[in-house]
């Protein structure tokens, strides 16, 4: 009961905000105009810790369609990375400079089913890192049931993870009152994999060893990390 007033208030002032926000002027300057680096993918190194990006040979499956992708996304990156024990992860993240109701990142539970994938669990988590924890979603996927895909993945807005639709209204309107319009970034990661726990951990691995070699600029840009 307590749960459902604190939501609905919450809620209230969701609308409340939207509300005053329509009544002024929308926000015209873009934050990603205001960022140093735009692009994201020289952030991203190709190699760090037992971990190595390999040729891609036959292109990477990617559930999002490519005409929605050129639309949306202002850039998108993918690789395949292998550590020094053969494992294998694949990373895609797609950016967007904006990141209002009509452009933000499309998530997985909702591109790999349009693409044929079977979603059989979707939880929520924390991924731990030496600089702080970033909530992630986990899901278990699988095409034809042959190619089973765990899935491990988390959304920013800005400058922050966004664990919630709530979370990320509230921040458009932080940006918003400041005159700005959010950019965003969705950076996914995922193996085939029959064992999802394993994948899980193997998942939470690289995205830690990623985010320990990179400096905090990119750790925030790239994760919501505030260290």
């Given at each position: 009961?307590?749960?459902?007033?604190?939501?609905?208030?919450?809620m209230?002032?969701?609308?409340i905000?939207t509300?005053?926000?329509?009544?002024?002027?929308?926000?015209?300057?873009?934050?990603?105009?205001?960022?140093?680096?735009?692009?994201?993918?020289?952030?991203?190194?190709?190699?760090?810790?037992?971990?190595?990006?390999?040729?891609?040979?036959?292109?990477?499956?990617?559930?999002?369609?490519?005409?929605f992708?050129n639309?949306?996304?202002?850039?998108?990156?993918?690789?395949?990375?292998?550590?020094?024990?053969?494992?294998?992860v694949?990373?895609?993240i797609?950016?967007?400079?904006?990141q209002?109701?009509?452009?933000?990142?499309?998530?997985p539970?909702?591109?790999?089913?349009?693409q044929?994938f079977?979603?059989r669990?979707?939880?929520?988590?924390?991924?731990?890192?030496?600089s702080?924890?970033?909530?992630v979603?986990?899901?278990?996927?699988?095409l034809?049931?042959?190619?089973?895909?765990?899935?491990?993945?988390?959304?920013?807005l800005?400058?922050?993870?966004?664990?919630?639709?709530?979370?990320?209204?509230?921040?458009?309107?932080?940006?918003?009152m400041d005159?700005?319009?959010a950019?965003?970034?969705?950076?996914?990661?995922?193996?085939?994999?029959?064992d999802?726990?394993?994948?899980?951990?193997?998942?939470?691995?690289?995205?830690?060893?990623?985010?320990?070699?990179v400096g905090?600029?990119e750790?925030?840009?790239?994760?919501?990390?505030?260290?």
């Open positions: 009961m307590i749960s459902s007033m604190k939501t609905a208030a919450v209230a002032a969701i609308m905000g509300s005053v926000l329509a009544s002024a002027a929308k926000p015209t300057r873009m934050l990603a105009d205001t960022r140093q680096q735009q692009r994201i993918e020289p952030l991203i190194p190709l190699q760090f810790g037992t971990w190595r990006a390999v040729p891609v040979t036959g292109g990477i499956v990617n559930p999002q369609v490519e005409d992708v639309k949306v996304y202002a850039e998108t990156v993918s690789k395949i990375y292998e550590n020094d024990r053969g494992e294998r694949i990373l895609s797609a950016y967007g400079k904006n209002g109701d009509d452009f933000q990142v499309h998530k539970e909702v591109c790999y089913p349009a044929g079977e979603v669990s979707n939880q929520k988590g924390q991924l731990q890192t030496a702080g924890s970033i909530p979603r986990r899901l278990e996927t699988v034809g049931r042959q190619r089973f895909e765990p899935v491990t993945y988390w959304t920013t800005g400058d922050f993870a966004v664990a919630s639709g709530i979370d990320k209204k509230m921040l458009d309107i932080r940006y918003a005159g700005l319009v950019d965003g970034l969705l950076f996914r990661v995922s193996s085939i994999d029959r999802s726990p394993r994948a899980f951990a193997l998942h939470e691995q690289f995205a830690r060893d990623l985010l320990a070699h905090a600029g750790r925030r840009r790239l994760a919501g990390l505030a260290q």
